[in-house]
């Protein structure tokens, strides 16, 4: 008989039925894929390596507590998990990588076109300084794909995969997350010129 690769689905419902060799199955599938993706973002072994170990101590804990619900999804909820800790990491070492400037996203473009100022410059230092909260405040699925996009450098069709929705509902979401980044950097703005 021809060996038939048994879905992940299943796997993860014979792990959670209490078949410890299912998840082993279910790592050794998928764990270049998810370490690669942990080690071009962080560029660490060690790091990396510890990152790998958490994702999966995370992914039993919740398979173990019958709270998935993934519905045969198991690679892109293990990546989101991966990439959540990827998350954690940056932000306890205040190591988030610096914007690269790209064609969707210059932080100067969140700027009044206005030439910058001594006064404008100070503010848009200011607003450099406190993007990370300002992010904070945009709806969770558009500051998923602004984070992915911006500071993961992931392309569209990878944040597709990993959010589940369609590059063009991706792309849709990154448009309107830079169009409320530009409110909310007014609202600031002008709260910091008063």
Do not use: C
């Amino acid at each position: 008989m021809a060996n038939v690769q048994t879905p992940d689905a299943l796997l993860v419902k014979n792990y959670m039925s209490g078949d410890e060799n299912a998840l082993t199955t279910l790592i050794n599938r998928h764990q270049t894929k998810i370490y690669s993706f942990i080690y071009s973002k962080i560029s660490d072994r060690d790091i990396s390596d510890d990152i790998f170990q958490d994702t999966f101590i995370k992914v039993i804990k919740t398979l173990k507590s019958n709270s998935y619900n993934e519905e045969g999804k198991f690679l892109p909820w293990v990546m989101r998990i991966a990439h959540n800790l990827i998350i954690d990491h940056f932000r306890r070492n205040k190591k988030m990588p610096m914007y690269r400037e790209t064609e969707e996203f210059s932080i100067f473009s969140l700027m009044t076109d206005k030439s910058l100022t001594i006064e404008n410059q100070m503010i848009s230092d200011q607003v450099e300084s406190d993007l990370r909260k300002i992010i904070e405040e945009l709806p969770e699925d558009q500051k998923e794909v602004l984070v992915m996009r911006m500071y993961q450098d992931l392309s569209f069709k990878e944040i597709s995969e990993l959010t589940g929705v369609s590059i063009n509902t991706a792309l849709g979401r990154m448009r309107y997350a830079i169009l409320n980044l530009r409110k909310i950097i007014e609202k600031h703005q002008i709260i910091l010129t008063n």
